[in-house]
């Protein structure tokens, strides 16, 4: 139990477009998902904690216009790297609050997506 | 921001010797939790092992171990005969709650030589 999935693992786009990444809790109900920005050879950096049926709560230097998130069910959260730059250009992950599959109270991570903005 | 320090970046070994990375977190809360995730080439982060403040009790996981010491704030994993499979870059993390988010350590990056 406790699988979250990304989809797409892999996009690459170009420079000025809107890219969207869904995360989904595949077996449990998640009313809290995070997502999280690694650059390569860094740390997994927090951008924004979704809340199901409220406002995402953002990291300060995470532009909330920029990376628009919606959690608008149980199971699904969705970020959206809009007008994408070339610094945009990251792997995102998500990961989604197990309340009773797997092992209660813990955040279990999705695959990850890894974007490229040409 | 309370960190989570790990302060090897890179260690190699020689399969089949034990290896152990280590974890020193800052924390002024009286209840939290600590984890350990593995990274393999693939990105996608596995999880090890969660650990809460009040459980002080040291684990072992088939190959996999973990000493847990509030006293020196240390959250230390040891894999014992390493495999090569075992390469992967090790993040150990904290986090208030499960509703909270983790904070990771930089990660230390495992390579395991045949």
């Given at each position: 139990g406790a699988v979250v999935s990304q989809h797409p693992s892999r996009v690459i786009c170009k420079s000025g477009t809107s890219v969207k990444i869904e995360c989904r809790s595949l077996d449990f109900q998640a009313t809290t998902m995070f997502w999280y920005r690694q650059f390569p050879k860094q740390s997994l950096m927090l951008m924004a904690t979704s809340n199901e049926g409220s406002k995402a709560t953002y990291e300060q230097g995470v532009e909330k216009d920029k990376f628009l998130i919606n959690h608008?069910?149980?199971?699904l959260s969705t970020l959206t790297v809009t007008s994408?730059?070339?610094?945009?250009?990251s792997f995102y992950i998500c990961s989604a609050r197990s309340l009773a599959g797997g092992e209660a109270d813990t955040q279990y991570f999705g695959p990850g997506t890894r974007l490229t903005v040409l | 921001a309370q960190k989570v320090t790990q302060a090897q970046t890179e260690i190699s070994v020689v399969e089949k010797e034990d290896v152990t990375l280590d974890c020193v977190y800052e924390t002024r809360d009286t209840t939290y939790y600590l984890f350990w995730y593995k990274q393999p080439p693939s990105g996608e982060l596995v999880f090890l092992i969660r650990r809460n403040s009040f459980d002080e009790q040291n684990e072992i996981s088939g190959r996999y171990s973990w000493n847990f010491q509030k006293s020196t704030s240390s959250f230390n994993f040891t894999i014992t005969a390493?495999?090569?499979?075992?390469s992967a870059v090790y993040f150990c993390a904290r986090a208030l709650s499960g509703n909270t988010p983790l904070v990771f350590g930089k990660g230390t990056r495992l390579s395991v030589i045949a």
């Open positions: 608008a069910s149980l199971t994408a730059h070339p610094e945009d250009s | 390493s495999q090569v499979v075992d």
